[in-house]
């Protein structure tokens, strides 16, 4: 699994300083750890790596005339509804603040206070999801049966047709022609298991 955890904070500096950073780099390697003050800039990052497993630690609070991690959220949520959002903030949200996260399908919460086996654990929670997620499905399919990955296997009513391989990254960029797959799919499955076609075991 090809795997990244992106930090997006204002306060880098010190966060690269701190043992959580070394216990994340110990676990997945310094070059699967990311690091954007820069809200924008990490918008770009999330765009150029959508091949990846992004996983992304999101501070609420950044200077004035910055986004703030609802407004950064929201453009995460734009670009694809499969990247894990960890909010991380050292400030507790209200109720009525913290439900537009949940609205946005913020993964989950964490204290800046929370010690790393917490931060860890959430981390392992986003990794799991991962593993049970179609486009990880697929490529895991496709690394069995690599002979496979070039067949079409959709079509689309505009003629186009897709391999296993052009499924994977429509699905992973989040494209139309990939939540069409990815809802077809699921519908099929349940058809095909509804009317006793297939079964499914562990």
Not at 30 to 42: G, K, L, Q, V, Y
Not at 80 to 86: C, D, K
Not at 104 to 109: L, V
Not at 129 to 140: H, M
Request: aromatic content about 8%; overall charge negative.
């Amino acid at each position: 699994m090809d795997l990244c955890v992106l930090i997006i904070d204002d306060d880098i500096q010190r966060i690269k300083e701190g043992a959580l950073i070394w216990e994340l780099e110990d676990k997945f390697g310094s070059d699967n750890i990311a690091f954007e003050s820069d809200p924008n800039e990490a918008i770009n990052y999330i765009e150029e790596n959508l091949h990846k497993n992004i996983i992304i630690l999101l501070d609420i609070q950044f200077p004035d005339k910055v986004m703030n991690g609802h407004e950064i959220l929201s453009k995460i949520r734009e670009i694809s509804e499969l990247i894990p959002v960890i909010l991380w903030s050292a400030v507790s949200e209200d109720k009525e603040t913290f439900s537009d996260f949940i609205n946005n399908n913020a993964f989950g919460f964490l204290s800046k206070s929370a010690t790393s086996e917490e931060m860890l654990l959430m981390i392992d929670r986003a990794i799991s999801y991962f593993k049970t997620s179609l486009d990880n499905t697929i490529e895991d399919w496709i690394i069995q049966k690599d002979g496979d990955k070039d067949k079409p296997v959709y079509f689309t009513s505009e003629g186009k047709s897709y391999s296993l391989n052009q499924i994977l990254n429509e699905i992973r960029t989040q494209t139309d022609v990939g939540k069409s797959f990815a809802k077809k799919l699921n519908e099929l499955t349940i058809d095909l298991l509804l009317r006793n076609k297939e079964t499914l075991n562990d």
